[in-house]
């Protein structure tokens, strides 16, 4: 079965760059997205297709995807990202699989 | 404006199965493209995809939970129920439903992806 890690959490100072990580063999032949998710609250997509952004969702939001590695990247981080954040892929056998998820912690 | 709700009783014994439905509004199911999908997510734990039906019912199921799982959908309901069987605390969890993005994306890969979310139903599987 088609494995997505992901590192399990990341602090970072408001106003800083967050970089989110998720792995998985060849992920970069595959189509990745990413959700935000809130203490409480049901998931939000923030990133879609690797880069694309859904309306509503901030510039800083932004998502790259190469080699066994896809990226979010949270620009000019504020005390509103702290979350979980999940990647998803599409795969043939497993239809869809989740990440572990990564808790981001604005310190 | 697309709005999904799930449904369905929030506690059940070991053994029984569970129906749950998603009702949903600002689409329809009757046309091309459009699927609905359930997702769960254990207390404490990650997100794990469950079913998919699309506008044509074609399903799709989890590999791991198929043999319990049967997604149906009525379109004149705006509907779209999951029953699982032979329930047990492991499936403790909140269920939700959303709907499912699919197609091609770039470079021509499969896309599949969820937007919006349900707000997400929290089922208890004790005796």
């Known amino acids: 079965s088609y494995v997505v890690t992901q590192t399990p959490s990341v602090s970072v100072a408001p106003g800083q760059t967050a970089r989110l990580s998720c792995g998985g063999i060849?992920?970069?032949?595959?189509?990745v997205h990413w959700y935000q998710q809130k203490p409480g609250q049901a998931p939000v997509v923030v990133v879609y297709?690797?880069?694309d952004r859904p309306s509503g969702i901030p510039e800083r939001f932004s998502g790259s995807n190469s080699g066994n590695t896809a990226t979010l990247t949270i620009s000019r981080v504020e005390a509103g990202d702290e979350a979980d954040y999940y990647c998803?892929?599409?795969?043939?056998?497993?239809?869809?699989?989740f990440g572990t998820g990564t808790k981001v912690t604005v310190v | 404006q697309v709005t999904l709700r799930e449904s369905g009783p929030a506690l059940v014994k070991p053994t029984q199965t569970l129906t749950l439905t998603c009702t949903f509004s600002g689409f329809s199911l009757s046309t091309s493209g459009m699927c609905v999908s359930w997702i769960r997510q254990p207390p404490g734990k990650a997100l794990e995809w469950l079913a998919r039906?699309?506008?044509?019912?074609?399903?799709k199921y989890s590999t791991s939970l198929k043999t319990r799982l049967t997604i149906s959908k009525d379109t004149s309901k705006n509907q779209v129920v999951l029953r699982m069987t032979n329930m047990d605390p492991v499936d403790t969890a909140t269920y939700y439903c959303a709907r499912t993005h699919y197609g091609s994306g770039k470079k021509n890969r499969r896309l599949n992806w969820f937007d919006p979310w349900g707000q997400g139903t929290l089922v208890t599987v004790s005796s």
């Open positions: 998803q892929v599409w795969d043939p056998i497993e239809y869809n699989v």
């Open positions: 297709d690797d880069s």
């Open positions: 060849n992920i970069e032949s595959k189509s």
């Open positions: 039906i699309d506008w044509d019912d074609d399903k």
